[in-house]
Every structure is written in C-alpha cells, then in structure tokens.
C-alpha cells in the first residue's frame, strides 16, 4: 500500500487546515491510521490514531480538543482536521498505517510494522 498526503500550507495562527491521506493498493481498512509529525531539529511525535473501525481514537495531549482524526474506509482516505493552529504545530505531518494489533505503546513511538506516506509541510505564523 501507498500513502500520499496533501493539504499543508502556510497559515496564521488560529486558522485551520485539514490534511488528507490517500492510499492505494492493500485494503486501507485492514489497518490503523495514524498522523505524525517532525519539526526542525526534533524528534518525530505522535500526534493521533485510530483503529481501523474507527471506534477508536488517540490523541497527543497537544492537539487534544483542536485536532480530530476521522477516516472513510470506503474511500481508503484518512483525514487530520486541524483547528485553532499554533505556532508549535509547525512539522513535516506524516500519515501512517499500521496493523490492527499493535498495542498503543508502540503507536505513540511509531515502533513496528507502519507504512508511511512522504509527508506534508504546515508552517503556522503568528
């Protein structure tokens, strides 16, 4: 399977944005999904995931209450809302997929079998 993401861009602080995740190949609905990103000098971070059903859902506390993460199966697409953007939230955003077994640890430290997409770059101003 392959992942593209599209939708970053340069904003203000306070606007929003939100990132789309297109995959193609594999069924996208066999796996979790999960958004990820990486600012200038750091470490890539967690941001959120779901499990495949979508019943499921994981934030960083970050973006708890401004960021949603939501999925369309039937579209193989997955989608990073994001409200009320920051500075902070300045990274590379790389979407993820990972198998349905993966135990949460190993979600927030993206460790194991995920495929990633190339990333996008949201840039926020003050």
């Known amino acids: 399977v392959q992942l593209v993401e599209s939708g970053g861009g340069l904003v203000q602080a306070g606007d929003s944005l939100r990132l789309t995740c297109a995959a193609s190949?594999?069924?996208?609905?066999?796996?979790?999904l999960g958004w990820f990103r990486q600012a200038p000098g750091k470490e890539r971070e967690f941001v959120a995931a779901?499990?495949?059903?979508?019943?499921?859902?994981y934030y960083a506390d970050s973006v708890k209450g401004r960021f949603t993460i939501s999925r369309d199966n039937a579209k193989g697409t997955g989608y990073l809302q994001m409200n009320s953007l920051k500075p902070e939230d300045t990274a590379v955003y790389y979407c993820?997929?990972?198998?349905?077994?993966?135990?949460?640890?190993?979600?927030?430290?993206?460790?194991?079998?995920?495929?990633w997409g190339q990333g996008t770059q949201v840039t926020v101003s003050s």
């Open positions: 993820a997929l990972f198998p349905q077994s993966t135990i949460l640890s190993s979600i927030y430290s993206a460790r194991g079998d995920f495929i």
């Open positions: 779901q499990r495949r059903s979508g019943s499921t859902t």
């Open positions: 190949g594999r069924s996208f609905s066999e796996y979790g």
